[in-house]
C-alpha cells in the first residue's frame, strides 16, 4: 500500500511555470511506476508523463519540451517541473503510483492557467 500526496498546483498566467510534488509514504525504489495524471473538466483523465523504477521517463506529445518529469528518491518525491503553460494545461493533476497488483491516487492538485 501508498498514500499520495500532491501539491505544487496553484493559478499562473499563461508562459508561467509551476513545479507539482507527489510525495510517497514508502520508498518510491519499491514502486513499479509513478505517472501524473490530469483531467479537465467534462474530459477524461489523461496520461501526462511518468517514470518508472528504473528511471525510464515518458511524456504525453501536448507537454513535451515544456514539462519534466523527475524524482528525488531521498524524499520519496516524484516533480512535475512545467514551463511555457498554456490555458489548455487547465486541469486537476492527479499523482498514480503502480505497486502490483493495486493501482494508487493521490487527491489531486487544480492547476489552472489564465490568458
Known amino acids: 500500500q501508498v498514500q499520495l500526496v500532491e501539491s505544487g498546483g496553484g493559478l499562473v498566467q499563461a508562459g508561467g511555470s509551476l513545479r507539482l510534488s507527489c510525495v510517497a509514504s514508502?520508498?518510491?525504489?519499491?514502486?513499479?511506476?509513478i505517472g501524473w495524471y490530469r483531467q479537465a473538466p467534462g474530459k477524461q483523465r489523461e496520461l501526462v508523463a511518468g517514470?518508472?523504477?528504473?528511471?525510464?521517463?515518458t511524456c504525453a506529445d501536448s507537454v513535451k519540451g515544456r514539462f519534466t518529469i523527475s524524482r528525488d528518491n531521498a524524499k520519496n518525491t516524484v516533480y512535475l517541473q512545467m514551463k511555457s503553460l498554456k490555458p489548455e494545461d487547465t486541469a486537476v493533476y492527479y499523482c498514480?503510483?503502480?505497486?502490483?497488483?493495486?493501482?494508487?491516487w493521490g487527491q489531486g492538485t487544480q492547476v489552472t492557467v489564465s490568458s
Open positions: 514508502r520508498d518510491i525504489f519499491s514502486i513499479n511506476y
Open positions: 498514480y503510483a503502480q505497486v502490483l497488483p493495486n493501482d494508487y
Open positions: 517514470i518508472t523504477r528504473r528511471g525510464s521517463t
